[in-house]
């Protein structure tokens, strides 16, 4: 129902923003969901349909906007919406055989929960159009060559390799990898100075007794 599905998206959208101090899980198979969606908004009210879209957008948007670090562990295939909630997150990490696609154009559609404007931001307009003009399908060699994803590794190294990289990211300083992430996005943000945000969170490092202790630790080697 399109109530019962705009509902579960606010109550997502809840959770995440509620969760900012630990990690996020999220499991589905968006492939089905998708399709279960379509299925049941098709014919709807043109509103209730949009704001479905928002409300997705709305609930990416806070993935992204996390203060940690998201890892999206892709294990199978991410089509239309699941490739949108991966592109929300700040890492991706997929099996080899994972595949990964906006099919929307074929039934006359567009990606509408924010994949049009990050897959341009991550990967550029020619990468960008051509997934989305498209609606081709593409391996997992092939994303992690054009960038869609940063690392694509064997089936059964996926969730090890998964778990070492967040370890790995987990060892840092919160507020270093948090400051970094905000100076990162400053340089898609229209009329924002991302050198200034830069020496904003240098400043703030250098403020951080963790930071301080680190860096006396490492000069004293």
């Known amino acids: 129902q399109p109530g019962r599905q705009q509902r579960d998206g606010e109550l997502a959208t809840r959770h995440v923003d509620a969760d900012r101090g630990g ?27 949009l704001d479905l879209g928002r409300s997705y957008q709305r609930l990416f948007q806070r993935i992204q906007d996390l203060d940690a670090v998201t890892l999206a562990e892709l294990g199978g295939t991410a089509l239309g919406g699941g490739l949108e909630l991966a592109l929300a997150c700040d890492l991706r990490i997929a099996s080899a055989k994972a595949k990964f696609g906006f099919p929307e154009v074929t039934l006359g559609l567009i990606p509408g929960a924010g994949g049009t404007q990050r897959l341009t931001w991550l990967c550029g307009r020619a990468v960008a159009s051509r997934l989305i003009l498209t609606g081709e399908t593409i391996t997992a060699v092939e994303a992690h060559r054009i960038g869609v994803v940063q690392w ?15 370890a790995r990211v987990a060892a840092h300083p919160r507020h270093a990898t948090a400051g970094a992430k905000s100076a990162i996005f400053a340089a898609a943000e229209p009329g924002v100075d991302g050198f200034a945000r830069e020496t904003e969170v240098v400043r703030s490092c250098f403020e951080s007794a963790q930071t301080r202790d680190l860096v006396t630790a490492f000069l004293a080697r």
């Open 152 to 166: 694509s590794v064997e089936p059964e190294q996926l969730v090890e390799e998964a778990a070492s990289i967040a």
């Open 23 to 49: 990690g996020l899980l999220v499991f589905g198979d968006r492939v089905e969901r998708d399709a279960l969606q379509l299925h049941d908004n098709f014919g709807a009210d043109m509103e209730a349909q």
